[in-house]
């Protein structure tokens, strides 16, 4: 499933930014599809699901009570909607897909299937 990332840009901390993540040829109505981060000499790491069955969402600690992540199945996409943007927050955010998310294994990377180029979030101070 191609999918792209986009809506990153250079905000102050404590703005709001919303990032979007679109497929093409086939529809996400199905897949688990997730958001993750990765900042310079770190990790990539979890940020938040939507199930695909339900639409149940988990989200990082870090990021719980000011991040969102929703979906549009007519639309095709997932959105995610940051507030109160921490200098933390900057990193290159992807958008990622499986079809099958064991819940135990959300926030890992490996789980997912297909994913996004990335989209650049710089918070400033």
């Known amino acids: 499933v191609p999918l792209q990332a986009f809506g990153g840009g250079l905000v102050q901390a404590g703005d709001s930014l919303a990032l979007s993540c679109a497929a093409s040829?086939?529809?996400?109505?199905?897949?688990?599809m997730g958001w993750f981060r990765q900042s310079p000499g770190k990790e990539r790491e979890f940020v938040a699901v939507?199930?695909?069955?339900?639409?149940?969402?988990h989200y990082a600690d870090s990021v719980k009570g000011r991040f969102a992540i929703s979906r549009d199945n007519a639309k095709n996409t997932v959105h995610l909607r940051m507030n109160s943007l921490k200098p933390e927050d900057t990193a290159v955010y992807y958008c990622?897909?499986?079809?099958?998310?064991?819940?135990?294994?959300?926030?890992?990377?490996?789980?997912?299937?297909?994913w996004g180029q990335g989209t650049l979030v710089t918070v400033s101070s």
């Open positions: 040829g086939r529809s996400l109505r199905r897949y688990d």
């Open positions: 990622a897909a499986t079809p099958r998310l064991i819940l135990s294994r959300i926030r890992d990377s490996s789980s997912y299937d297909y």
């Open positions: 939507i199930r695909g069955s339900g639409g149940t969402t």
